[in-house]
């Protein structure tokens, strides 16, 4: 039995219920294009012929249809589209604030949308349920003129975990939206992130950081798309790989003709902690306008062998001394979080998969 029949029969023990019409052509447009491969230029570095035989068990899917399929929509999101088991469906009022939302993954596939009207102001957090083998989520956000919202996303699944994240933001004028993402386990993570800087005066933050682990593979994709005058992004991410684990990161930029003013900024370090783990990283810059203020960048090292010794010399245990200076290299984009409270668990999280202590860094 092929991967497509697999998903087919599991649509049909699904409730009857659940089986609408909108679901069954996002069923049809998954065995029409299968889920992505590595002959695929964006999946290059990701395999995911180990969650082919994974489909849902549908005990968690009610007969509403998640979301209608955009035309350039894959697999990956057909897939969601067919089997999602519900999602958040918010819509934050104009001028109206949002202390804190929170958006737990649940087990299986799940879909969300949010919106914030004009002027308003919102704090949404987006967790991985750490012990689902194989779950999807995706998230599609809407900024309207002068909203602010502040995201954060927490990938910590256990070993065997197989998680597809996809967020898509759509920005009017004059918003913000602020990003923080931190991917630490899973056999195969894999997130998305497409914004659409849409109208003038829009801006994106990005601070990320994976550590990947074992045998894990954490690829993250980004693509901002400057549409409009006066839009501004910045785009910090670090990466740590060790054992023979894989991680990925593909970040691109477009600035579109007429998106005069944009002032872009994406920086990407990686951190490779032995010789069998690998990163791959590619940043990509695409201008069509020309009055912009853009660069981007991507290094690759090791540990600093002379701050090592110096940590040996003064007392410290030589795998005390590499996961210390490890922690160091995370911080940046860690320090960077605006969210105290995330900010501080992140921290703790990071420490703890590194074995670092961070009393000794103070």
């Avoid at 990701?46 to 399929?69: F, M, Q």
């Avoid at 995706?138 to 995201?151: K, P």
């Avoid at 065997?160 to 898509?168: G, M, P, Q």
Wanted: aromatic fraction near 4%; charged fraction near 25%; proline fraction near 4%.
């Amino acid at each position: 039995m092929s991967s497509l029949e697999h998903y087919a029969r599991a649509f049909e023990r699904l409730p009857a219920s659940a089986r609408t019409d909108a679901r069954r052509g996002a069923l049809s447009r998954l065995l029409e294009l299968g889920l992505p491969t590595t002959a695929h230029e964006d999946w290059k570095y990701t395999d995911l012929s180990s969650v082919h035989e994974l489909a849902p068990d549908g005990g968690d899917i009610d007969g509403e249809a998640p979301a209608r399929l955009d035309a350039d929509a894959d697999g990956v999101d057909a897939l969601n589209a067919a089997f999602a088991g519900g999602g958040l469906q918010l819509d934050v009022p104009a001028g109206s604030h949002r202390a804190e939302i929170i958006v737990a993954g649940g087990n299986g596939h799940r879909r969300h949308h949010v919106r914030l009207g004009r002027g308003a102001q919102a704090r949404l957090r987006l967790d991985v349920q750490p012990h689902a083998a194989f779950q999807t989520v995706v998230l599609d956000i809407e900024l309207d003129a002068g909203a602010q919202l502040t995201m954060l996303r927490l990938q910590d699944a256990g070993a065997d975990a197989r998680h597809l994240t996809r967020v898509r933001a759509r920005l009017g004028r004059d918003t913000t939206l602020d990003l923080s993402t931190v991917d630490l386990g899973g056999r195969l993570s894999r997130h998305d992130l497409v914004v659409d800087l849409a109208e003038p005066g829009a801006q994106v933050h990005l601070r990320g950081l994976f550590v990947a682990s074992g045998d894990g593979h954490i690829d993250n994709h980004t693509r901002f798309d400057h549409r409009a005058p006066h839009g501004t992004s910045r785009e910090t991410v670090r990466g740590l790989a060790r054992d023979a684990a894989r991680g990925v990161f593909n970040g691109k930029i477009v600035v579109h003709p007429g998106a005069q003013k944009t002032d872009s900024e994406q920086r990407v370090a990686n951190l490779i902690l032995s010789p069998k783990a690998e990163i791959n990283a590619k940043p990509e810059l695409e201008i069509y306008a020309d009055d912009v203020k853009c660069a981007h960048g991507a290094t690759f090292g090791q540990l600093d062998l002379t701050a090592l010794f110096y940590l040996r010399s003064r007392g410290l245990p030589e795998a005390d001394a590499r996961a210390l200076l490890t922690l160091a290299f995370a911080m940046e984009p860690l320090r960077a979080i605006p969210d105290a409270d995330f900010r501080r668990e992140a921290i703790g999280r990071v420490s703890a998969h590194l074995g670092a202590s961070i009393e000794e860094m103070s």
